[in-house]
């Protein structure tokens, strides 16, 4: 039974990666239908109840030993995602498609012309205008009117789907399918809340004073369109110099491999040789790592600039792709050759980008000198704990608009999205204001119930940064012992131990907020500023 499985999991999911690979590269419409095709097989594989009663009934055997028993618990969730009616589940896909599509291909009217996302979001960055950058602002959310329907329409269908499965709703069937237990994630959420609280009012109080300089408007006539991201989901960029022209001149990939060589990351440069690193006619704009094969091929995908953006992108997805590569290969049966939980992968490669803001690096690897380092190390650090702080109080209102979402996609979603903004993020709503905002962000059309994993990965990252301070010294500059531990604690083990299990193991300490409490402490203690 695991036999059939592992050999046939060994023949079709490299299949379906490398269709993914394939089409993101070459955005040909045949290479999608391969991708989808190979999708599908997937899906139907997983279909098959019998199957499922099965593996239900050998779980059940008293006499399991651990590995076992974690790939027949892996597998059923696998199976149980897939047993609602077919019909549903295929228009539910077909519904995801339309709705990719008008995301992919809407264009605001801004200005007299039509507009691309990354145009509006360039004058939310950089303008100082007021007018202009509510009129860039209320632009960006025009795709919200033009899907919301559908998305309302596509929660009905997923809800179809989660209680044909017996679960309460899609979300609940999201998280449990997950392994996530939703009372907890909601404690989880609320202990958030309650830890970022001061912290949060603090550093916005002080970005509020430096915006409402910046646009010359008093503080109490800030909207939503001064915070320069759409969504609020970090913080411009007042407590730092800007971090571009760092790497104006810079070969940000050398800089990102030479810092994993000094970590003791040794694959590297295969890693590299396998992936797709520039931007080219056709090639989708997004970045990813993926594990084709889960027998050593793994790649990233991405389109580098040199600027700090793609610098931190860049950290962040060779993080994934180590975490990866250090999966055993020799020990661990095909199916447990991976992360336990999507969070940890995440919360380990948001983890990687913290280099950039530590003067050894700034001196070392950018060749700033010494004063100038240790003065800009502390204020990007800064500047990143404000970020970040900004990100979580998002990730609490996108998290906590999903969960009521799907407990009732009719209810009144315009003013509960407002309501959210304002009590999580203090961004005012504007006046008079009824439109679907919600509808806007892209994540909850097409990366549905998967927020939770940004947020549950910041924790897991900052215990992490935690255990390596005070084990190693750090991470940064390159302690080869960390990378040491990280590999044998963190990657190895791949998907052997449930997660709860495996971030105690490696941080000494079930997950919790008390890690991420102190390193967004505001206002900024002298003590914390360099790492
Ligand atoms: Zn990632």
Known sequence: MLADEETWARRALPRASRAWWTASLSGRRVDYQRMEAADRAVNRHYSRPTVLRRLERLLQASDLDGLTRRRLERLCLAYRAKQAPIDILDRITSAEADIQETYSTFRATFDGHAASDNELEDVLRISTDSARVEAAWLARKQIGSVVSDDLRQLAHLRNEAARAIGFKDYWHAQLQLDELDPAALIETLDAVERATQKPFKAMKADLDRQLARRFKVAQRDLRPWHYADPFFQETPEVFAPPADPLYADRDVVELAADSYRQLGFRNIDAILARSDLYPRKGKNQHAYAVDIDREGDVRTFLNVERNARWMNTLLHELGHTIYQDGIDRTELPYDLRDDPQGFLNEGFAMFCEQPTANPAWLREMLGRPREQADALGPQLAAQDAASLLAFVRWCL???????????????????????????????????????????????????????????????????????????????????????????????????????????????????????????????RPASSAPR
Do not use: C, M
């Open 397 to 523: 209102t996108i998290v906590h608009f999903e969960r009521h979402f799907y407990a009732d996609p009719d209810r009144d979603l315009n003013q509960l999205w407002w309501d959210l903004e304002e009590r999580y993020q203090l961004v005012p709503r504007p006046e008079g204001r009824n439109e679907p905002d919600w509808a806007a962000k892209v994540h909850v059309a097409t990366a549905p119930v998967y927020y939770q994993k940004y947020l549950l990965g910041q924790l897991f990252a900052k215990q992490l940064s935690q255990r390596l301070d005070a084990e190693f010294g750090g991470w940064w500059p390159g302690r080869a012992r960390a990378g040491a531990f990280i590999k044998n604690e963190l990657f190895l083990p791949g998907a052997r131990y449930p997660w709860s299990v495996l971030v105690e193991r490696v941080t000494g300490q079930p997950l919790g907020v008390d890690a991420l409490a102190r390193a967004v402490a505001w206002p």
